[in-house]
């Protein structure tokens, strides 16, 4: 693998933790959504002009670029666990940036989750498929 490919994988992680942590930042500020219906739409366009969730849904479109990016070249079976250390740094910014009280049961199921991703880490980037048969060519039909 080259050293572009690991650069498209730090940019998932990176953008997509900080792009959700800027939604949760800006989505904080609004009123709460308990109710869905029609008097929450109102609610909802006001968020998205909010400037932390602009900048959020901006870092995760640059997230949802190098995702594709590496989906073009590599399986979706490669790419989501090379991206798992996205749930640390996304504990992370949400412990010291957002003030979030992490239970260690949560710290534990995090980790397991990132240490799981060392059994599978072995695996190849994309899955060869043998090359599939020519199509039989069947004989025409007999008129009689």
Do not use: C
């Amino acid at each position: 693998m080259t050293w572009r490919k690991y650069l498209v994988l730090a940019a998932i992680v990176v953008f997509s933790s900080i792009g959700d942590t800027l939604l949760s930042r800006g989505m904080r500020t609004m009123p709460g959504l308990d109710q869905i219906g029609l008097s929450t739409i109102p609610r909802l366009i006001a968020a998205v002009f909010n400037p932390w969730v602009i900048v959020g849904i901006i870092f995760l479109l640059i997230f949802m670029a190098a995702y594709l990016t590496a989906l073009s070249w590599a399986d979706l079976t490669f790419v989501m666990p090379a991206t798992a250390f996205g749930n640390v740094l996304i504990a992370l910014l949400s412990r010291f940036w957002l003030h979030e009280h992490l239970s260690w049961s949560r710290w534990l199921g995090i980790f397991l989750l990132t240490a799981a991703v060392g059994f599978i880490a072995d695996s190849p980037i994309r899955t060869e498929h043998p090359e599939a048969a020519p199509p039989m060519v069947e004989d025409p039909p007999v008129s009689i």
